[in-house]
């Protein structure tokens, strides 16, 4: 591979103990064989008593031992770079719960890397490359699972994910990520241990923390989204810690707005659309001011994927209700409940690397038919203002989602439903104009004690009316000083 020693201190070390060896390991070696980015470096050093290694290191840079009894140090460059993991060859003895943290670990420097390489999860988890010979230790075949692009667990599957039933989530991660298939047997033994990923112990506790479930969710949504759907319904993960979102199978809609199909094939196209090309497309429409991020937030992903949730629950038909077409009123704002329960369970808000704003993900749910139930062209300057110009972040979000969600509607003549995105895009673009970056808000003409002052009247609600009746028509253009402003409040 000829990746070699790039680590300062790492020749110095093979010649100081002539029986060291240096193996980089885990998802670096898999991504470099795969050509992939990667930022977390682990590294297995043989052949080095801790104690010895922890001084020699302490000579190149700082060191934090976080695991003595396992051999694990976290080790720092004097002369910067990213903090490193290094650990002696480890095993391990599940204790047979399943809980992803009930195994007792046996660290020695004598151990053969082949040994660590066992307890490792996947094949082609379990491959490392010798620093100093560029050689590749491969004992269970996981260089010929990536060209195959195959997911298959290290040894027995079923044995495999009993010693830790997260490791179930991090395969259909994986899967995910990086579009492979899953082995067969590996396969099977994930549908029927799913179930015991919502195991608990005698005092009631997970054995698989929802913290490390909600990590395993976002990172599979966002890493390819149509996927997600498809893994997590058909191994059961979703009705396993999401079931809520199984009840959009099925769930019809007018087909006349929805050709698309049902709740379920619609949101699967929605949260489509903010992956790759079509949301690349959709930022570039955006005026600079909003700052549109490269790639969608995790807060949009969890939003969309949740905008129609409450479908199911608030489905009206002609046969059953007597309405004139299938309806759903109110599911925006009681899709906002649920999606907050959803949320609030997985621990969304602390996912490391994707975390997301559950109170915006709510608020954007809860006003996705913002321009859909009424006409664009009837919206007040001051709806436009409120709800996509004076919060940018929770503005573009929004017009994202109206995006994301128009996009997925297909009306039967073929054609997505877009034109309400195009149309607030125009709304809000001329209301930006003549605006500079850092201006985000007009200011407002007068203030309510102005208003009190030259009106003459108390404080009460028809202040807060005379505010939006005098800011709508400064939006619009119809004023722009203050003398204007007390003269139309006058003839109100």
């Avoid at 659309?273 to 991020?293: D, E, S």
């Avoid at 949730?309 to 077409?325: C, N, S, Y």
Wanted: include cysteine; aromatic fraction near 8%; charged fraction near 25%.
């Amino acid at each position: 591979m000829k990746h070699g020693l790039k680590f300062s201190w790492a020749k110095p070390l093979l010649r100081a103990y002539p029986d060291a060896q240096i193996f980089l390991v885990g998802g670096m070696v898999r991504d470099i064989l795969l050509r992939r980015p990667s930022k977390d470096v682990d590294l297995v050093v043989r052949g080095v008593p801790l104690e010895d290694l922890i001084s020699f290191l302490e000579t190149y840079g700082s060191v934090d031992v976080v695991g003595k009894t396992f051999g694990v140090i976290k080790f720092a460059p004097q002369k910067g770079g990213a903090q490193i993991d290094i650990a002696l060859p480890r095993t391990e003895v599940p204790g047979g719960t399943g809980a992803y943290r009930d195994v007792e670990v046996y660290a020695a420097h004598t151990l053969p890397i082949e040994k660590d390489l066992a307890r490792r999860d996947f094949t082609i988890n379990a491959i490392a490359l010798d620093l100093a010979t560029d050689k590749l230790i491969d004992p269970f075949g996981g260089r010929a699972d990536l060209r195959a692009k195959k997911l298959r667990a290290v040894g027995k599957p079923a044995e495999r994910f009993q010693e830790d039933y997260t490791r179930i989530l991090r395969g259909l991660r994986f899967a995910c990520q990086l579009n492979f298939a899953i082995e067969p047997k590996t396969a099977a033994a994930m549908k029927k241990l799913m179930p015991r990923v919502n195991d608990v112990t005698k005092n009631g506790e997970r054995l698989v923390p929802y913290e490390l479930v909600g990590r395993e969710f976002m990172k599979s949504l966002i890493a390819n989204p149509a996927r997600f759907m498809e893994l997590w319904d058909k191994f059961g993960a979703f009705a396993t810690v999401a079931p809520e979102l199984l009840t959009m199978h099925k769930c019809p809609q007018p087909k006349n707005y929805h050709s698309e199909g049902d709740v379920w094939k619609h949101t699967v196209v929605a949260v489509s659309n903010l992956h790759g090309t079509p949301y690349r497309r959709f930022i570039k429409l955006l005026p600079r001011i909003y700052k549109a991020p490269l790639k969608a937030t995790p807060t949009q992903y969890i939003a969309t994927l949740l905008h129609d949730v409450a479908k199911p629950l608030t489905i009206q038909t002609p046969k059953k209700d007597g309405v004139d077409r299938i309806r759903f009123t109110g599911h925006d704002v009681v899709g906002g409940r649920v999606g907050r329960q959803i949320m609030e369970r997985l621990k969304l808000s602390s996912v490391e690397g994707c975390n997301v704003d559950v109170d915006l993900a709510v608020w954007l749910i809860d006003h996705h038919l913002l321009a859909v139930q009424a006409d664009v062209a009837d919206l007040k300057e001051t709806t436009i203002e409120k709800y996509f110009v004076r919060d940018l972040n929770a503005g573009r979000e929004l017009l994202t989602m109206l995006f994301s969600d128009g996009s997925a509607t297909i009306p039967s003549a073929g054609f997505p439903k877009k034109k309400h995105v195009h149309a607030v895009l125009a709304r809000v673009k001329k209301l930006l104009r003549g605006r500079g970056p850092m201006q985000k808000v007009i200011e407002p003409l007068l203030d309510g004690t102005e208003i009190m002052s030259a009106l003459k009247i108390a404080p009460g609600p028809r202040v807060g009316e005379l505010l939006e009746l005098l800011r709508e028509a400064q939006l619009s253009g119809k004023l722009s000083t203050k003398l204007q402003a007390i003269d139309f409040l006058k003839k109100q």
